[in-house]
């Protein structure tokens, strides 16, 4: 495994571990880690679909600054995956 992907992956966890983030960030930090995992589809598909569900997350009203933060990372460092 990319060793970017897998440093996105761990971030990921961070995330869906971090008790101060709404339960529902948490739960599509755990789905977008398990779409990027799911070797069945194209990375470039799972890379999209993982940007766009996590660009949702990053505008929820109730997530923390350092979520936030931390999700837009994490989409940056996506989009340098090819």
Do not use: C
């Amino acid at each position: 495994m990319d060793s970017k992907l897998k440093q996105i992956l761990d971030i990921l966890d961070q995330l869906s571990e971090d008790t101060s983030v709404p339960r529902n960030i948490r739960r599509g930090a755990k789905e977008t880690k398990e779409r990027l995992l799911d070797t069945n589809e194209a990375l470039d598909v799972r890379t999209a679909s993982a940007i766009f569900t996590l660009d949702e997350l990053a505008n929820d009203p109730n997530i923390p600054l350092h979520g936030r933060t931390l999700i837009w990372n994490i989409i940056s460092q996506l989009e340098t995956i090819k």
